[in-house]
């Protein structure tokens, strides 16, 4: 790529505004940009960008910068600025949460290349101007502009509407989105458009959906096919298994016919038993007419001699009804006396209390006016004992305030001055106390940090615990990952801490063999032992920390050769015989990292041994993919060129790892050191905080002699205030006296003599008026007694009167409970006899034998003759003979629906058999067209996840491992076709399909990347989005795997790419077709909403240099 000075077009350090005349812009090709590709982006007040504008080249376009810099906000613009949703970002799901900090409104302006064979009727009739526009340059310009919400209120928001425009014509979000699906843009696609925080959502696809969102980033038209597929299937299911009941049901049915046939005829033989017994039940009635007659006739004679006794006895009852109607007569005049007698005692009573309550009135009045004409007699002589007493007060007083002697005002205030002197100097010494608190508050803090430091040191030459391992290696954020999960219970039962800390050697030689046989990434990763683990704990420990899993599958292996034979040949004894700890950890390494298929000896071998172990067994397969003896440890491989096995042989380095709880003597003297030096800390640390103290007890003592100082002020200072308080107390108190006898002398001057006259005169009215009510009280007094011995006689008349009613009323019950006792003896032997006359049961017996025809009759009439011929005709030889029939019927075998049912199951065999046919017909044809579908989509599926599979296996050739993309067909459900991708990091591993816990993170990175690139020559999008997919990746994968992107990307016919990375590898294969965009940040930056002109800073291939 060309180069340019720009310190030719720099005037000056400060100033970065170029030379316009240098800057000459060259014209943009947009014939190389394929249809629907962007060529332009501008924004204006977008996440952290004041103005921006991206350039774009037609084939890779790789985004750089430090983090934060706003890399990942292009592919926000991308996703908003084309009527994506915020939610395939991943990031806020509010559009106005984009807008730049202290901004209100934003700009998104997107420039892609056009395609004037896509009609764009639905945008409207004015939009057809804008391919007949003069200007019009084969390119459409998007615009939507951002608003944030809008206070109208104080509850409420108005967001105003987020408008759209193309080349300048304002349209709707629908209209867009109709556009850009036009373009085969599909930004809700993970395979087209990945963002840096939907990368992890790829890897956890399903392979059945992985399938479909490949298919429809290549072909849509495709898809469609393969969704109608899927649902012709679904009804060709429900259609078959719709046939197969039907078919079973019909014949099902044939079979209940014929036993319904056979039900039928039994029904007959069942008819005519049951027409003998209607005959013998319809018989039934005559004879129980006649046993009733017979019980009517003793009835009758029974009520007859009952109502003939109750009638006797009548007479004797009425000479003492007679007795109590005259009683009952005289009841009303006795209470109506004693009422009025009552109601007169009552009002004599209320006027009694009433007059005794005026009288009690009077007699008060008259004491309230006595002592009021003797208050009026002693006041004059009251006033002026008072007048004299008054003035001895003031003349006290007055002396009092003599004898107080007030201080010199130049005294008062030297003692202010001496007061405030003292306050500041206490301060200052309080300010300095302050300070030597808050150093030796500091100094003891860093005390208890570094003796705490010193416990953990001591602690960590003693302690089991070797987490210290941790820090050996570097790793802070596993560290902390483990302390998270160490402080959850649950969490730590099925959630198992990394081998490096769970399981060690039974002896020290072996260790280096474990360490050499696991990876870096096992080595620390968490042990996850079923599927819920993984989804209860393992996303919470992968989202939060920069860790690895492994999830347990449950397999096992077999060994290669029995445990016997291997020590035959030399060996002690597979890897994993020698290593202890969790059993769960252990098992997750045998899975993994085949532990049990490694086996080692201490001894080294011989030559002749070695190459007894290489040799190809009967299979063509060596007996030991790895081994190790003595420190080597064998790979034997198989190659493809030679057809002969090799081996690699790696020499195991020392290691102080997987050996349990073991302290260098390096790590111990190093412990050592630091607990030296802290101890030199502390002490240093403790002289201080002494010294401190001996400074803080001086100014304590200064304080204290302050304030002796400030006591002995203080309490001059009251003293004065206690004079000045108190004569200021005697003066007021004078002021209140002298007002006092100014009252008293204006009070004696008064005259009282006209007030006593009028008094008297109102007690003499209040005499008279109390003999009156004395008289007046006699009176009523008198009236009340009479009436009280008038209430008493006539208490008395009315107790004999109910004397005489209570000894009429005994005799007349024990006469109502005789007459009520043969009354209910008639009552209900004439209600027998009543309900036996005319029964429901015998009218009912009478309109069953009004129901008979004649020919039924006559039948019957025939029956009886022959009965009664036979003298049986009587109720219970009748009654026999119905029983025995009902029995005889009960224990017959019929069904009375068997008529119906037969009916029925006719006319259901008939529906089956005009169905049948039609299903079939319609069910045919939806395999026919299953098949002609599939025919066409089955070809096209293979040859495309063929051409994928083998771009994808090369593309990992080339990093170094293997990988392959298959068809999944064994399920015969459309809806189960799965799309795997299957990947291969390690030689001694296999195939497995790519996830998101089984493989690191780096892995996962590789292997997406690696498939968005496979998928370049087949997608019909016009551009693709990849954020910061190499994260986690090491520095060899990534130079690889950037090498197979660039050659990828720019190769002729392939679509647009774009790459967002914060980072970038020295000596990077790179390509004349990409364009590096260097994003970055910060006041040494020219701002181009200044000068327009800045945005093309740096931007070479733009210029003609």
Avoid at 830 to 837: F, G, Q, S
Avoid at 879 to 902: G, P, T, W
Avoid at 1060 to 1066: A, D, E, F, N, V
Wanted: charged share 30%.
């Amino acid at each position: 790529m060309p180069t340019i000075n720009l310190a030719s077009y720099v005037d000056d350090v400060d100033d970065l505004t170029p030379s316009r005349k240098r800057l000459k812009i060259k014209p943009v090709d947009y014939d190389v940009f394929k249809p629907g590709s962007i060529v332009k982006i501008r924004l204006e007040n977008f996440v952290t960008y004041n103005y921006t504008e991206f350039n774009l080249s037609p084939s890779l376009n790789m985004i750089i910068g430090p983090n934060g810099s706003g890399k990942s906000t292009y592919v926000c613009a991308v996703c908003l600025g084309l009527a994506g949703k915020p939610e395939y970002i991943g990031r806020s799901k509010q559009v106005e949460d984009f807008i730049k900090n202290g901004q209100d409104t934003s700009k998104i302006e997107i420039v892609l290349k056009d395609d004037p064979n896509i009609d764009i009727e639905f945008l409207g009739s004015s939009f057809h101007r804008i391919r007949n526009n003069g200007n019009y340059k084969g390119l459409l310009t998007i615009t939507r502009n951002l608003e944030k919400r809008t206070k109208i209120g104080r509850n409420l928001e108005k967001r105003r509407t987020q408008e759209y425009s193309i080349n300048g014509l304002p349209t709707t979000e629908s209209n867009v989105r109709n556009l850009v699906s036009k373009f085969h843009i599909q930004l809700d696609n993970l395979c087209q458009f990945l963002s840096q925080e939907r990368v992890e959502e790829f890897a956890k696809l399903r392979p059945e959906k992985l399938l479909d969102e490949t298919i429809r980033a290549i072909d849509s038209e495709l898809l469609s096919m393969f969704e109608v597929l899927k649902k012709l299937q679904l009804q060709e299911i429900e259609m078959s298994n719709e046939i197969q009941t039907n078919t079973d049901s019909l014949k099902k049915l044939k079979t209940d016919e014929e036993n319904f046939q056979q039900e039928v005829q039994l029904l007959n033989e069942y008819q005519e038993t049951l027409d003998t017994l209607d005959k013998h039940k319809k018989l039934l009635p005559y004879l129980k007419i006649q046993d009733h007659r017979e019980k009517l006739l003793t009835y009758k004679r029974q009520v007859e001699g009952a109502k003939k006794q109750l009638q006797e006895f009548q007479k004797e009852r009425e000479p003492y009804m007679q007795v109590l109607a005259s009683l009952n007569e005289s009841d009303a005049q006795l209470t109506i006396e004693k009422e009025n007698i009552e109601e007169k005692k009552v009002s004599t009573k209320r006027k009694l209390e009433k007059t005794v309550s005026k009288l009690n009135a009077l007699r008060e009045e008259i004491e309230k006016k006595n002592l009021q004409i003797e208050y009026y007699k002693g006041r004059s002589n009251k006033l002026k004992t008072k007048i004299e007493t008054k003035k001895e007060d003031i003349d006290n007083i007055k002396r009092k305030i003599s004898d107080i002697e007030t201080p010199e005002e130049s005294e008062v205030t030297e003692l202010e001055r001496k007061r405030n002197d003292l306050i500041e100097r206490e301060s200052q010494v309080n300010s300095e106390i302050d300070e030597v608190d808050t150093q030796m508050s500091t100094q003891n803090h860093n005390l208890a940090i570094l003796e705490r430091k010193m416990v953990d040191k001591k602690s960590s030459l003693t302690s089991t615990d070797n987490i210290h391992l941790l820090d050996q290696l570097n790793d802070r954020d596993l560290k902390r990952a483990v302390l998270f999960l160490r402080k959850n219970n649950e969490a730590r039962k099925v959630v198992l801490e990394p081998p490096v800390l769970t399981v060690s050697v039974t002896h020290k030689d072996f260790a280096p063999y474990l360490a050499q046989c696991i990876d870096y990434n096992t080595s620390k990763a968490f042990t996850l032992i079923n599927e819920q683990a993984y989804n209860t704990y393992g996303k919470e420990i992968l989202k939060h920390f920069t860790a690895n899993t492994r999830q347990l599958t449950g397999r096992t292996n077999s060994p290669p050769v029995s445990r016997e034979r291997l020590r035959q040949l030399g060996f002690e004894g597979y890897l994993s015989d020698f290593v202890k700890g969790d059993s769960n950890v252990i098992k997750m390494l045998c899975e993994f990292q085949g532990i049990d298929q490694i086996p080692v000896s201490r001894k080294k071998f011989s030559a002749e041994q070695l190459e007894a172990l290489i040799k190809p067994q009967s299979n063509n397969q060596p007996l030991f993919r790895k081994f190790i003896h003595g420190t080597n440890m064998l790979n034997v491989r198989y190659s493809n060129m030679t057809k002969q096995m090799y081996s690699v042989e790696i020499v195991v380095k020392p290691t102080n790892l997987y050996q349990g709880y073991v302290l260098s003597s390096d790590e111990k003297q190093r412990i050592n050191n630091e607990m030296n030096d802290l101890k030199k800390q502390i002490d240093g640390i403790k002289n201080t905080m002494n010294q401190s103290a001996g400074k803080k007890a001086q100014l304590k003592m200064q304080l204290n002699e302050i304030s002796t100082a400030m006591n002995d002020i203080n309490k001059k200072s009251r003293y004065i205030s206690n004079l000045k308080r108190q004569r200021s107390q005697y003066e007021e108190q004078l002021r209140f006296e002298k007002e006092k006898l100014e009252e008293y002398k204006k009070d004696i001057r008064k005259d009282t003599a006209p007030k006593i006259q009028q008094i008297e005169k109102l007690i003499g009215e209040s005499l008279k008026s109390e003999i009156d009510c004395t008289i007046e009280l006699e009176n009523i007094g008198r009236s009340l007694r009479h009436i009280q011995i008038k209430n008493l006689q006539a208490d008395i008349a009315i107790f004999e009167h109910n004397n005489k009613k209570t000894v009429v009323k005994s005799f007349l019950q024990s006469f109502e409970e005789k007459k009520n006792e043969l009354r209910a003896k008639y009552d209900e032997l004439k209600n027998k006899y009543k309900e036996l006359r005319d029964t429901e049961e015998y009218r009912q017996w009478r309109r069953d034998i009004d129901a008979y025809n004649q020919e039924t009759k006559q039948v019957l009439n025939d029956l009886a003759e022959k009965y009664r011929d036979e003298d049986k005709f009587n109720l219970i030889y009748v009654e026999q003979i119905v029983n025995k029939l009902e029995s005889k019927i009960q224990l017959s075998n019929h069904d009375r629906s068997a008529v119906a049912l037969l009916e029925q199951t006719k006319a259901k065999i008939a529906d089956l058999e005009d169905k049948l046919p039609t299903q079939v017909r319609k069910c045919n044809t939806i395999r026919k067209e299953m098949s002609d579908k599939q025919k066409v989509l089955e070809p096209r599926l293979e040859s495309i996840v063929s051409g994928i599979g083998r771009k994808f296996s090369e593309l990992f050739k080339d990093v170094g491992t293997a990988g392959g993309v298959t068809l999944n067909r064994k399920s015969k459900l459309f809806s189960d076709w799965k799309l795997e991708i299957m990947v291969q990091f390690r030689d001694e591993g296999k195939l497995s399909g790519l996830d998101s816990h089984t493989q690191s993170g780096g892995e996962r990175a590789v292997s997406t990347v690696l498939y968005m690139i496979a998928l370049q020559k087949f997608t019909q999008a016009p551009f693709r989005v990849v954020d910061e997919i190499n994260q986690g990746m090491d520095t060899n994968f990534e130079r690889l795997v950037h090498k197979a992107m660039v050659q990828n990307a720019c190769e002729e016919g392939t679509s647009q790419y774009f790459l967002i990375t914060p980072k970038l590898l020295t000596g990077l294969n790179y390509h004349e077709k990409m364009r590096i965009h260097c994003v970055m940040a910060g006041s040494h930056i020219p701002n181009p909403s200044e000068d327009i002109h800045m945005a093309h800073l740096g931007e070479v291939s733009n210029y003609d240099i």
